[in-house]
């Protein structure tokens, strides 16, 4: 971006973590510095801002090669643990979606089901070191005679197992309500009647992309933490919008950025990647993603100061607007009253629960800040940016600190 | 001289033998203690099931649990019987959501999930909530020889 000044580059900041000089803080870490000593004197004194999330990411997936047979096969239909997997690439790939539930499961014949098992599920055991039971069916050819194939294999003998997430780590999320007149069962949880209850699933000031609300610093080639080992931001997340309601911080007050990311699940520890099920909606993956945001310049230390008091989300009605596609919300909150356990809508006091892990979102953040402290990390340069909306100072008045 | 008072949550089982002898009654009058039903179930001339809140003096308390296993009421304290699997809880939040009685609330300092098995009534919405099947627990229609 020709208007980002950048004050100091990557390329120096990776040249201090090399020499063991970098000043390497949280995001929970950086709020408190930025509210003492302001923007201004934060970005002298800090380098990097390692941030954290955790919580259930539907977009998520693996890319299995499964390795040649003898004699070979061309997999058209592929299983593991009865998960299906697409098999319509080449002969011995294929795409293991977290949110493919296990044949013959019930689903929500009767309503809620439980979802006992799925493609998430499939990739926690692999990572975890257990084994599956792997099928695959192909219809022979000259060069792939093989047409079944029915083994046990654990994550060692398959030839890659990458995460593939196409939408993760969403900047900013809805917090949910249900304005209905019965219990709604959703991918944000069980919500009551009435405006019985809200949850959320967002990680506040530690969010990644709440960090960098212009995507100034993540772009194609930024390196991360991914499900316990070094990942990286593949390309821009589907459904990526920069052009959001912002509030006068410049920070988006609605669903926004997203990131596409990818990891060898073989370096990856079964704490930070979880297969879920969610009652009457269905199987998934948790996912523990943080990314380190170098602090170019004072914006950035602005930003990524920007206190859970200072972020804003929306309120939607699951019960008729989201499944019905109507666009609207019931009003704002912040991150800091939605974490206190219950929020004032509409005149009333409703609870609050979130559904990320706020305390594994922070431990992902100290790991971070620990592999980065030790050299054992550095910081990717982005190759492409990811798509954003012109920064025009004059429309975000608090940042004339 | 005020006496300090507990709470107890209990599963009494009836069998179809003493299923309509009113030993409950008989607790309360001769031990004192309060109750609160919290579910019940019958299955007419089978067995009947209550999830009962008992508050009282602890001795007094012991007394009445006593008394109705001498009558051959099968009695579950429900906090043993409750458990958390914390190498599969995530500290998400989700149960606190649908918790009623607080046994499951967050500490707001550290956003950790905490968990209070005396205040657990057994109404199953947390292991339905979590997303990591970290929750089990008896309930009212718990298998009795499996959960032994």
Not at chain 1, 243 to 270: I, Q, Y
Not at chain 1, 332 to 346: A, C, K, P, T
Not at chain 2, 112 to 119: A, C, G, I, N
Request: hydrophobic content about 40%; charged content about 25%.
């Amino acid at each position: 971006m020709s208007e980002v000044r950048v004050k100091k580059s990557i390329e120096e900041i990776n040249r201090r973590i090399n020499q063991g000089k970098a000043v390497v803080v949280t995001a929970d870490e950086m709020v408190d510095i930025v509210a003492e000593e302001g923007p201004k004197n934060a970005f002298k004194k800090v380098d990097v801002v390692t941030t954290g999330t955790f919580g259930t990411m539907c977009s998520s997936g693996a890319f299995i090669n499964f390795g040649h047979t003898k004699p070979k096969i061309r997999a058209s239909k592929v299983w593991f643990n009865e998960v299906e997997a697409y098999g319509g690439i080449a002969a011995v790939d294929c795409f293991l979606g977290a949110t493919q539930v296990k044949e013959e499961d019930p689903l929500n014949k009767v309503h809620p089901g439980r979802f006992e098992y799925g493609g998430g599920h499939v990739i926690e055991d692999l990572i975890a070191g257990r084994s599956v039971r792997f099928k695959a069916r192909g219809y022979g050819t000259d060069c792939y005679p093989l047409r079944e194939l029915e083994k046990e294999v654990c994550l060692q003998d398959l030839r890659n197992a990458y995460l593939y997430n196409p939408r993760n780590a969403y900047q900013n999320y809805n917090t949910a309500a249900n304005l209905s007149e019965r219990t709604i069962y959703t991918y944000l949880g069980i919500l009551r009647p009435n405006l019985g209850n809200v949850n959320y699933s967002t990680s506040g000031q530690l969010s990644p992309l709440l960090n960098d609300p212009f995507y100034w610093t993540i772009g194609v080639g930024t390196r991360i933490f991914l499900g316990g080992a070094p990942g990286v931001v593949s390309w821009a997340g589907t459904q990526h919008d920069p052009d959001v309601k912002r509030g006068e911080n410049g920070v988006v007050r609605e669903g926004a950025g997203t990131l596409a990311v990818t990891g060898d699940m073989k370096e990856m520890s079964p704490e930070f990647i979880r297969g879920a099920s969610i009652v009457g909606y269905g199987c998934s993956l948790m996912v523990g993603l943080g990314v380190p945001v170098p602090i170019i310049n004072e914006d950035m230390a602005y930003f990524t100061g920007v206190a859970n008091r200072d972020l804003f989300y929306q309120v939607i009605d699951y019960g008729l607007d989201y499944p019905n596609g109507i666009n609207r919300s019931l009003g704002e909150v912040s991150y800091e009253q939605l974490m206190s356990g219950s929020i004032e809508l509409q005149g009333r006091t409703v609870p609050t629960a979130p559904l990320a892990s706020y305390s594994m979102a922070g431990r992902i953040s100290r790991i971070l800040k620990t592999w980065i402290l030790e050299n054992r990390f550095s910081l990717g340069v982005p190759q492409v940016p990811l798509p954003t909306t012109a920064f025009d100072r004059d429309r975000y008045p608090k940042l004339n600190y | 001289m005020p006496t300090e008072t507990v709470s107890r949550n209990v599963l009494l089982i009836f069998n179809r033998e003493i299923m309509y002898n009113p030993v409950i009654y008989q607790a309360v009058m001769k031990f004192g203690i309060l109750f609160n039903i919290l579910e019940a179930r019958i299955w007419p001339r089978q067995e009947g099931r209550l999830v009962l809140q008992l508050e009282g003096e602890e001795k007094r308390l012991e007394q009445a649990i006593s008394y109705l296993e001498q009558e051959k009421v099968r009695v579950e304290i429900l906090a043993e019987r409750i458990k958390r699997d914390l190498e599969r809880c995530v500290h998400c939040g989700a149960c606190t959501g649908v918790c009623k009685t607080g046994a499951l609330d967050l500490d707001r300092r550290s956003m950790e999930v905490m968990f209070d098995p005396e205040k657990c009534v057994l109404c199953g919405q947390c292991r339905m909530a979590c997303p990591m099947a970290a929750m089990s627990m008896a309930s009212i229609d718990m298998d009795v020889l499996t959960a032994r």
